[in-house]
């Protein structure tokens, strides 16, 4: 159980809890920095190891295998001491407690001249504040419920309108940016970027950033081709304006794979069934940053300047909390595109039955027949594989619609 009387649960706690109430001995607690990690980990934990202060690193480096006598321990940003990886491992094999390590990292395991962990450490994601953990308001519909088949009923009513989401969309899930001014948190928000820029790309991929303002015009395309499905090479276009300085497409490659080992990028993925007869459906992932707070400060907006892109970045909202609710409930999340767009759905939850919720997002109030018309397709396509189909509005009544698609506001969405 989670500790401390300043700690503000989170819905991975939930996942936490399981896992080590299951008898999961370590877990790596995996995502972008900011999103906290760590404050999670030392909730949980007796003894606290910040890899990331020189002082400990030194420490630890002295004797790494010291980290095995020591109670439920957090080891911190442990990337800056690969050997920790193993010798958690190694101890997981010697029969250690359950809980005994909780590892949390910025990039992915593993790392050169580590073991995978497959089977001894299970890997966690822990992702941005969704808008029930920001406290926006209290859903009353469940995507757990949703997945279950039974087409629970759908009720509610918010209070919450566009502007307040807008307001979210700006002032991030981040735990501690949200809350800071206007002014600060988007010299944080920049902040933050440049040091992924000048800095952690590097920690990545081991060698250095030869152009920084090349990466950053690249990471800026792609923020501008949020939710959509647009080539690496339009978004490499786009970022020199289709001619001059262009980067190699291996550099775009270097780029993508570095800032996707970061946590930063979070692509939703093609949904590719194994049972497909779905004919002509497209592979390339939709684009979308880890929180869409990060696109609205590489395109240099504030709130009165998003209406050109506010379709877009609440749809990034949307996923960040699909995503969310998606792994509590043990489900994945894809999205379903055929190949020349004549049928789309942003979000595929699926099942480990293979059988799905479809979701689209609309930026709009009310709801109308053009659109639920992609759901009540795919409805026709998979049968009962369709556990529930759901549009996502901005609205302010959670109900369903006598063709049994179910509408419900953003904010009454939950896990």
């Known amino acids: ?161 566009l502007a307040t989401y807008l307001e979210e969309i700006v002032r991030s899930g981040f735990p501690g940016i949200r809350n800071l001014g206007p002014r600060l948190r988007d010299e944080q928000l920049h902040a933050y970027l440049s040091r992924v820029i000048d800095r952690e790309v590097t920690d990545a991929t081991g060698r250095g950033v030869r152009n920084p303002a090349a990466l950053r015009r690249w990471l800026t395309a792609y923020a501008a081709a949020t939710a959509t499905c647009a080539s690496f090479e339009s978004v490499r276009d786009a970022a020199t304006g289709g001619h001059g300085d262009k980067p190699a497409r291996s550099t775009s490659l270097v780029y993508r794979d570095a800032l996707e080992s970061l946590f930063l990028l979070e692509p939703v993925p093609a949904w590719a069934p194994t049972f497909n007869h779905i004919a002509e459906l497209a592979a390339a992932p939709k684009h979308h940053l880890v929180d869409p707070a990060l696109a609205v400060s590489l395109l240099g907006l504030d709130i009165s300047g998003l209406a050109p892109a506010a379709g877009a970045l609440f749809e990034s909202l949307v996923t960040l909390d699909v995503r969310v609710y998606a792994q509590a409930a043990h489900a994945q999340v894809g999205h379903l595109r055929t190949h020349r767009g004549q049928h789309e759905v942003d979000l595929i ?39 529930d189909s759901v549009v996502v509005t901005t609205g302010r009544h959670a109900y369903r619609r006598a063709d049994g698609v179910a509408v419900v506001p953003a904010a009454l969405l939950g896990p």
């Open 1 to 161: 159980m989670v500790h401390g009387r300043d700690y503000q649960r989170r819905i991975v706690d939930d996942e936490l809890d399981e896992l080590i109430d299951g008898g999961a001995v370590a877990i790596a607690l995996e995502g972008a920095k900011g999103v906290g990690k760590t404050a999670t980990g030392s909730a949980r934990t007796d003894t606290m190891l910040y890899l990331d202060q020189p002082d400990v690193r030194t420490m630890v480096q002295a004797d790494v295998a010291a980290v095995t006598a020591m109670g439920p321990v957090l080891i911190d940003e442990w990337q800056h001491v690969p050997a920790t990886w193993d010798v958690v491992r190694r101890a997981v094999d010697s029969g250690a407690s359950p809980g005994q390590f909780l590892l949390t990292g910025s990039a992915s395991p593993p790392r050169p001249g580590t073991h995978s962990g497959a089977g001894r450490i299970l890997s966690l994601r822990m992702r941005p504040m969704t808008l029930s953990e920001r406290g926006v308001e209290q859903p009353t519909v469940s995507l757990r419920s949703l997945l279950s088949g039974a087409r629970p009923t759908v009720t509610g009513s918010t209070q919450v309108r």
């Open 349 to 387: 939850v699926e099942r480990r039955d293979q059988r799905v919720v479809a979701i689209e997002v609309k930026l709009a109030a009310d709801v109308t027949d053009h659109d639920a018309r992609h759901l009540l397709w795919l409805q026709q396509q998979l049968g009962d594989r369709l556990l």
